[in-house]
């Protein structure tokens, strides 16, 4: 089965200063893999996700993922973060041949940017 | 990206009584729904996935006699929670999907309170 791990439950982070979000995932199968956003009183938001080919995922409000077989790490990352960005993030995992069935999600992240 | 609207977005009820939650997709067919909960500080875990016109497939270790659902319509699923405990308020997330290979997206979320 699969699983994911975020180990960083809350992030903070001053605005325009650069932030990872550190997403490991575990399976026996090719998977995809996808961030979501969940901002207060809002349900979940896909920022980007990985299928197959490059590596570099870029997705919406500047965010971009590197997916790392190797390492089966699928890290999100932002250059330059904005108040705005304050929210709730999720990695989650569905075996390839489901799609975008079955999500398994991380316990989540929380990013805190501070002016 | 498509609205799916979840209804109510928070609800208390008494212990031993049924509370029914409502997840609409507004400007597409969902031909899959799909049920989430989420306890605090954990992962959003999927509790059932129902097609429409047939009974719901229940992940393991949920109950299916306690979360009756139902997806009658392209555009409505409902979750029942029956003879509802204090163990059962959590916060309870839709998504709907048009096929298997389509983005799910999510509603905003029911928080259940049972007292």
């Known amino acids: 089965a699969q699983s994911v791990t975020q180990l960083d439950s809350q992030v903070p982070v001053f605005e325009e200063a650069p932030v990872e979000l550190r997403c490991n995932y575990s399976s026996s199968v090719s998977v995809y893999l996808f961030w979501y956003v969940q901002y207060p009183n809002q349900g979940l938001q896909l920022l980007l996700k990985?299928?197959?080919?490059?590596?570099l995922v870029k997705g919406i409000n500047g965010f971009e993922a590197e997916f790392n077989k190797s390492q089966t790490s699928f890290h999100l990352r932002k250059p330059s973060v904005h108040i705005s960005d304050t929210a709730e993030y999720f990695c989650?995992?569905?075996?390839?041949?489901?799609?975008?069935?079955?999500?398994?999600f991380g316990t989540g992240t929380r990013l805190l940017v501070s002016p | 990206g498509a609205v799916v609207s979840q209804h109510p977005s928070w609800v208390i009820c008494k212990s031993g009584t049924s509370v029914k939650i409502e997840c609409r997709s507004l400007?597409?067919?969902?031909?899959?729904m799909f049920w989430y909960r989420q306890f605090p500080k954990q992962s959003l875990m999927l509790m059932a996935t129902?097609?429409?016109?047939?009974?719901?497939?229940?992940e393991q270790g949920v109950e299916k006699d306690k979360f009756l659902i139902n997806h009658a319509s392209l555009t409505l699923s409902t979750l029942t929670v029956t003879s509802a405990h204090p163990e059962d308020s959590s916060f309870y997330i839709c998504?709907?999907?048009?096929?298997?290979?389509?983005?799910?997206?999510f509603g905003q979320g029911t928080r259940l309170t049972v007292v």
């Open positions: 989650a995992v569905t075996k390839g041949y489901t799609g975008f069935q079955k999500l398994v």
């Open positions: 400007d597409f067919q969902a031909t899959t």
């Open positions: 990985y299928l197959s080919g490059s590596t």
């Open positions: 129902s097609n429409e016109g047939s009974k719901a497939t229940y």
């Open positions: 998504s709907a999907s048009e096929g298997r290979y389509t983005e799910a997206f």
